[in-house]
């Protein structure tokens, strides 16, 4: 067992921070809020990935009753619509019960970023 304070031999002082039971309680203090401070930032990432995927299964869904009502209120009998939309064309196919969509692809291309 190490003793509580031991001599410093640089400067001739004692050396408080060094053994001892206070620095055993200070370093396991230490380890428990980093580890809590690490759960709380991978409960953070699952939530945000939780609202993510909530919000692209609702997308998709309105945008499946949105082509579903378009279709019954035009008399539409097609088993595939195209929707032309800012990011290009949106193609609905009527699959029995199912309706299968092929969003658009926004191609990446450089952006010009202009600092003041």
Not at 14 to 38: H, L
Not at 45 to 67: G, L, P, T
Not at 71 to 96: C, H, I, Q, W, Y
């Amino acid at each position: 067992m190490l003793p509580d304070l031991i001599p410093n031999p640089t400067y001739g002082a004692v050396n408080p921070t060094f053994g001892g039971e206070a620095s055993t309680r200070k370093c396991i203090t230490v380890y428990v809020t980093i580890i809590i401070i690490i759960i709380i930032i991978i409960i953070v990432i699952v939530i945000v990935i939780v609202i993510v995927i909530v919000v692209v299964v609702v997308v998709v869904v309105v945008a499946a009753a949105a082509v579903d009502a378009v279709a019954m209120v035009t008399g539409n009998k097609a088993d595939r619509l195209t929707f032309e939309t800012l990011s290009g064309p949106l193609v609905a196919v009527r699959e029995g019960n199912f309706i299968s969509m092929d969003f658009p692809l926004n191609d990446p291309h450089p952006l010009q970023v202009h600092i003041r």
